[in-house]
């Protein structure tokens, strides 16, 4: 069993749905990362949490640390919102590594 | 805040040969990393690497292979050596600066054909 799982693994909505994207971990972390990657590979850091939630424009961002459990949220999907997003946690294992989920890709039609 | 450039964005390379990928950070930081993105597969880190000292390696990756150089705080290679169509891969770097907990930081990446 994968240490962070995200679900769905796709999806696909029309412009304007209310998205929520999930995250689970089994380990102890010290934050939470939610990131977005476009086509061509690269990775731009959405949320870094530990606590409560968090708001950036459309996104809104949540962990729930008993549960193990986050969920990103978009509001008034757009096209341009069509993405990989992974989640990742931050462990304490001597040094601190990011472990990652293995992405949901979101499709937004229009 | 970091901004990272990573070159080449893309390669489509003959097996065999090697391709030596850039990280350029635009501040001083103390590691950076190297990640692996399998077709299809959630990110895997290669190495951890400290200025100053040879990198970390994690368990199934190994210098020969992956050779990395950290000649200054604000700056890194990643080697992929000999390589085959398994290599085929987007590559990224990382950085992490502390700040209200510890942000994670990306390069753009590098999509790596191998044929």
């Known amino acids: 069993k994968n240490e962070v799982e995200q679900s769905p693994q796709n999806l696909t909505a029309q412009e304007g749905e209310f998205i929520t994207i999930n995250c689970s971990y089994s380990?102890?972390?010290?934050?939470l990362h939610w990131l977005q990657q476009h086509p061509g590979g690269g990775i731009v850091s959405l949320f870094m949490?530990?606590?409560g939630k968090k708001k950036h424009g459309r996104l809104i961002a949540t962990i729930n640390i008993q549960e193990k459990h986050s969920s990103l949220h978009i509001t008034a999907s757009h096209p341009r919102d069509s993405a990989v997003y992974i989640c990742?946690?931050?462990?304490?294992?001597?040094?601190?590594?990011?472990?990652f989920g293995q992405g949901t890709r979101l499709t937004i039609n229009p | 805040s970091a901004v990272i450039s990573q070159k080449p964005s893309r390669d489509i390379c003959q097996r065999g040969t090697s391709l030596t990928i850039q990280c350029q950070v635009d501040?001083?930081?103390?590691?950076m990393f190297w990640y692996r993105q399998q077709p299809g597969q959630s990110l895997t880190l290669i190495a951890t690497?400290?200025?100053?000292?040879?990198?970390?390696?994690e368990s199934g990756f190994v210098i020969d292979k992956f050779p990395i150089s950290r000649p200054n705080l604000t700056f890194s290679t990643l080697t992929v050596s000999n390589m085959s169509p398994e290599d085929s891969s987007i590559y990224l770097c990382?950085?992490?600066?502390?700040?209200?907990?510890?942000?994670?930081?990306f390069g753009q990446g590098t999509r790596l054909t191998v044929v």
């Open positions: 990382s950085v992490e600066k502390p700040g209200q907990g510890t942000e994670a930081f």
């Open positions: 380990v102890g972390i010290s934050a």
């Open positions: 949490l530990s606590s």
């Open positions: 990742a946690v931050s462990i304490i294992q001597g040094a601190q590594k990011l472990v």
């Open positions: 501040s001083q930081v103390t590691m």
């Open positions: 690497a400290n200025q100053g000292s040879e990198a970390t390696y």
